[in-house]
Structure formats: structure tokens, C-alpha cells
């Protein structure tokens, strides 16, 4: 394809083709005009490799068209395999502006985050493992050194995944670009609901940029976590990690729905968290005490964690800790 007249180069730097293609250049001629020379080139993909730098994407057996007009190329319906599931991508990649801007569509069908590209830091902001399906709308600007996707927005659903060691069932993520830096564009409710928004202290920061350039990810991201019968162990770990102090020992299995604004730029800025969720934990003791079951309402806002209508039921023989908890017991209703 690089031998294809009148494209320019830096087309072929950023979408590169690699086996079959069909090719179709249409010439217009308009004498006494600013431009009087026209090219438009079709190139259909027909099961071809394709090679999408700026997204770190690599797709085999990609169908679609790459047509290309000027310095301006238009993306249609592209649609191969990648990341271990199926990807696709519409749109406008607009090389006659400096620096280039690109507005595109892209849909992920079942990708395995695990192999997601190293661009995207995804093991790098503790999400590991699952299967990943949705849309994002990708605004990006090959900024020098790096790819900036500012103004971008996306909404994705990671199942069977890992998030910083914990296993969650399902968590949904909704990506706002705001201003220079890309942020979650939802907040979470406190218990009397109200809002709680994404917090961003001081000047938003630049974001994370990889030696060499990489991809700009969110600083924060809103979520709903849904966790099932999980041992409390490695999230109380993590939570010391992060300056959580508990009270008291803690110990048992737990469940629940929850949505939560972690702010992956500053993992350690406990201030920078919310929550809000109703939990269960079973086989439970708190502080040496054998509880069995316990719900209650927890609330994390500005770094203050709020406990609420705490419920449990009292095992005959209360002598557990983080080492002997109880088995389960008879649920209570709240």
C-alpha cells in the first residue's frame, strides 16, 4: 500500500495492512480550480491483518474499508479479531491537521483484558484477567511523544476479572473526557443521596505517560463492583496498603453491589476514593466476636468511612478472630 500514489505517508504509519486487499482510485479533474486534481482511494480489506499504532491494536482477519481523500481517512466498518475477542472501529483519522486528529468509534466484543495492549496500562492500574465487551468514542491527538485522548468518552463491562487481586464478578466502567485529562463522568450517591463526585485535588495532573509516550488512561474511574462470597482477607490487606486503619479485626466471606469512584492516577490518595454499598458478610467475627452473618450500609467519602445499620446475628459460642472464623449461619434480614 505504500506504493499507492498521491496517500500520504503518514497514513500507511498508522494504518498498516498486511495480505489481501483490492485497491480502487478514482481521479478528478477540475481545471481553474483551487484543487484540480482529486484522488480518492478505496482500499477493501478481505480478511487482512491491520495494524492500528495509535490504539495498540494489532486485528487478523479484518474486513472494512480504508478510504482515503486528501490527508483525510475515513475508517468504515472495520472488523477483525484482537485482544482474544473481536473489535471494531468506524471513523475519521484526519492527517491535514497538525497535530493529526483522529474521532473514532470503537466497539470491543468479549476482548480478554489480560492481553490488552501494554499501551493501554490496564495491568498497570490493577486490572487483571475477565473478559471486557463495549463502546467507547475515541477523540485522539497524536500529541509528540504520546496519544492524547481528551475528550474521549466509553463505556466497557469487565466480567470474571481482577481488579488489584480482588476477583469481581462484574465491574462497569464509564469514561468521561474532561478538559486536558480523561475522567469519570458519573458520580456515586452517599446514603442520603447525594451526590458524590470524582474527586481531583489541587490542578488535574497531566496523567500517567510511559517513557517513550503511551496511552493517556483516566485518572479516576466511577464503577459498579459486584463481589460473591469473597473471602475479607486480601481487600482488609489492601485497604492497610492504602492507610485504611480498621477499627477493629475483621474477618469472614462477603457479597456485594456497590458503585465506587477509584482514583487510578493516585491509588494511595485514600481522600481521592468513594463508596457506597449494602454488604452481607458470612462466617463472620468482628473483633474476636462470632457474629455468623452481618449486613450493613458503608459509605467512604473525603476519606471518611461511614458504617451504618449494622445487623448480625450472635454465634452460641463467640470465640473467633481473623484466624478461627464461624461457619455460616442463618441469614438476617435488614
Not at 485522548?149 to 462497569?172: F, N
Not at 500517567?208 to 460473591?228: K, Q
Request: aromatic share 2%; hydrophobic share 40%; net charge negative.
Amino acid at each position: 500500500v505504500a506504493c499507492i500514489p498521491v496517500v500520504p505517508g503518514e497514513v500507511w504509519q498508522n494504518v498498516i495492512p498486511r495480505g489481501l486487499v483490492d485497491v480502487r482510485l478514482t481521479i478528478r479533474l477540475a481545471s481553474g480550480t483551487a484543487q484540480p486534481v482529486r484522488v480518492r482511494t478505496v482500499v477493501n480489506l478481505r480478511q487482512t491483518a491491520l495494524k492500528l499504532p495509535a490504539l495498540g491494536l494489532d486485528l487478523a482477519e479484518t474486513t472494512g474499508e480504508v478510504v482515503v481523500e486528501g490527508g483525510v481517512v475515513h475508517l468504515d466498518r472495520l472488523a477483525g479479531r484482537a485482544v482474544g475477542g473481536r473489535v471494531g472501529t468506524t471513523g475519521t483519522m484526519d492527517f491535514s491537521r497538525t497535530p493529526p486528529r483522529f474521532d473514532l468509534h470503537l466497539d470491543l466484543d468479549r476482548v480478554a483484558v489480560a492481553a490488552a495492549p501494554e499501551a493501554w496500562q490496564l495491568n498497570e492500574r490493577g486490572m487483571t484477567g475477565g473478559q471486557m465487551t463495549g463502546k467507547a468514542q475515541l477523540v485522539v491527538t497524536l500529541a509528540p511523544g504520546e496519544v492524547d485522548l481528551s475528550g474521549s468518552s466509553g463505556e466497557a463491562v469487565i466480567t470474571g476479572g481482577m481488579v488489584h487481586g480482588v476477583p469481581v464478578k462484574s465491574l462497569r466502567l464509564i469514561v468521561h473526557g474532561d478538559g486536558a485529562d480523561l475522567r469519570s463522568g458519573t458520580g456515586v450517591r452517599d446514603r442520603a443521596g447525594r451526590g458524590v463526585a470524582p474527586v481531583a485535588h489541587g490542578e488535574p495532573p497531566a496523567g500517567p505517560r510511559p517513557s517513550g509516550g503511551g496511552m493517556r488512561l483516566p485518572e479516576s474511574v466511577s464503577t459498579e463492583i459486584e463481589l460473591e462470597d469473597v473471602d475479607l482477607s486480601p481487600l482488609v490487606a489492601q485497604a492497610e496498603l492504602r492507610g485504611i486503619d480498621l477499627p477493629a479485626e475483621v474477618a469472614g466471606r462477603l457479597a456485594l453491589k456497590a458503585e465506587a469512584t477509584i482514583p487510578l492516577g493516585a491509588l494511595r490518595d485514600i481522600k481521592g476514593y468513594a463508596f457506597h454499598s449494602r454488604l452481607e458478610l458470612s462466617g463472620a467475627s468482628i473483633a474476636g466476636a462470632d457474629l455468623g452473618h452481618v449486613s450493613a450500609e458503608l459509605a467512604l467519602a473525603d476519606g471518611v468511612l461511614e458504617l451504618t445499620d449494622l445487623r448480625g446475628l450472635l454465634v452460641d459460642r463467640p470465640d473467633g478472630g481473623g484466624d478461627r472464623p464461624p461457619g455460616p449461619s442463618a441469614t438476617v434480614s435488614a
